[in-house]
């Protein structure tokens, strides 16, 4: 199982950008499937981005599908989230999370610890 690591959360003014990364310690997600999760107080888990080991991109929300952009490095083995354009809707946890298969899913056996953004004046 691996060990994500998350970072780049923070505090943004509306309209600001942030970048999420993730990596694997002590290992490479080159070989992984990794999705974006966002999750707000009260709610339940929303996917918002995937790549596939292969780099097909699936982008779960219509709302910030043009906003909001999954990319990976295979020279640093990590993917990131880049968000600009960022709305009062936007802020909660962030998750990313991993598994060795082909294809974008729900159902993930590796998580980061969860990253909050937060978007105030």
């Known amino acids: 199982q691996l060990h994500l690591v998350e970072s780049g959360g923070g505090l943004v003014e509306p309209g600001g950008s942030l970048r999420l990364s993730c990596t694997a310690s002590?290992?490479?997600?080159?070989?992984?499937?990794v999705h974006w999760f966002r999750q707000v107080p009260g709610k339940e888990r929303e996917g918002v981005s995937c790549?596939?080991?292969?780099?097909?991109?699936?982008n779960n929300q219509d709302s910030s599908k043009d906003r909001f952009t999954i990319s990976r490095d295979r020279a640093k083995g990590t993917v990131y989230l880049q968000m600009n354009g960022l709305t009062p809707e936007a802020p909660g946890t962030y998750y990313c999370?991993?598994?060795?298969?082909?294809?974008?899913?729900?159902?993930?056996?590796?998580w980061g610890q969860g990253p909050r953004v937060t978007v105030a004046s």
């Open positions: 002590g290992n490479t997600l080159n070989y992984y499937t």
């Open positions: 999370a991993a598994r060795s298969i082909s294809y974008c899913t729900s159902e993930y056996a590796s």
């Open positions: 790549i596939s080991v292969s780099d097909r991109i699936t």
